[in-house]
């Protein structure tokens, strides 16, 4: 019987996953600010102190309008956001219309081969309510760095990479990579994420 209630513990404290099984699990993530999203992540809503990947085919595929709620509600209580080595400056107006404060927005130049650490190095540094990077190059054992920062700085860590690492396995608690719908629309499937199974159905904002 004590191996019975420890084994419990373990599956209710979410270190062992039963297979079959659909666990109950706190809505204890960080809302998205799309009520749909949030529907269909186990948590919630972004995992907190952790990574999550945006596997993207392009850039400007609504990648940043997935996250400006977010970042908005970020700054608005007083948090600081950073972009680590963005592709394009950032329009400034844009944001500014999303709601986000930008005297909290600090946007961290970096060659590429510094970028991977500057990453790392926000995340981990308790500064940041959330960190967005663009990695060009990250193995597992590199996001593995990058999930434990998250967690040890509690930040929200997001990682804009191209949707071809989408067969490679990653540590990050939560991925999603975007597709097209049967209407040609932007949206975005689940790969993977922390509390349970990835759900079937996509994200499609347009519809949300």
Same mark, same amino acid.
């Given at each position: ?20 099984? /659909?666990a109950?699990?706190?809505a204890?993530?960080e ?8 529907a ?6 972004w995992p ?10 392009a850039?400007g595929?609504?990648?940043? =309008?997935?996250?400006? #709620?977010?970042?908005a ?6 948090g600081?956001v950073a972009?680590? %080595?963005?592709?394009?400056i950032?329009?400034?107006? %844009?944001?500014?219309?999303a709601?986000? &404060?930008? !005297?909290?927005l ?6 590429? *081969? &510094? ?9 981990r /540094?308790? !500064?940041c309510?959330a ?7 990250? &193995?597992?054992?590199?996001? *593995?760095?990058l999930?434990?920062?998250? &967690? =040890?700085g ?14 490679n ?5 939560? *991925? ?11 949206a ?8 349970g199974?990835? #759900? ?7 519809a %949300?």
């Amino acid at each position: 019987m004590a191996a019975v209630v420890a084994l419990e513990s373990l599956l209710a404290a979410r270190t062992l996953w039963h297979a079959g099984r /659909s666990a109950a699990i706190a809505a204890d993530g960080e809302p998205t600010g799309h009520a749909a999203l949030d529907a269909l992540l186990p948590q919630g809503g972004w995992p907190r102190r952790a990574l999550t990947e945006l596997l993207l085919p392009a850039d400007g595929v609504g990648e940043l =309008s997935l996250l400006m #709620p977010t970042l908005a509600r970020i700054t608005g209580e007083g948090g600081t956001v950073a972009l680590v %080595a963005p592709p394009y400056i950032p329009y400034a107006p %844009a944001w500014q219309a999303a709601g986000v &404060d930008l !005297a909290a927005l600090q946007v961290i130049e970096a060659a590429p *081969r &510094d970028a991977l650490w500057a990453f790392e190095q926000c995340l981990r /540094s308790g !500064a940041c309510g959330a960190v967005l990077g663009w990695p060009l190059q990250a &193995d597992a054992a590199a996001l *593995r760095r990058l999930q434990v920062a998250a &967690d =040890s700085g509690a930040c929200l860590g997001f990682a804009l990479r191209d949707r071809r690492h989408a067969v490679n396995a990653s540590p990050a608690a939560l *991925r999603l990579e975007c597709v097209r719908d049967g209407r040609g629309a932007s949206a975005w499937q689940v790969r993977k994420c922390r509390g349970g199974p990835a #759900p079937a159905q996509a994200f499609v904002p347009d519809a %949300a």
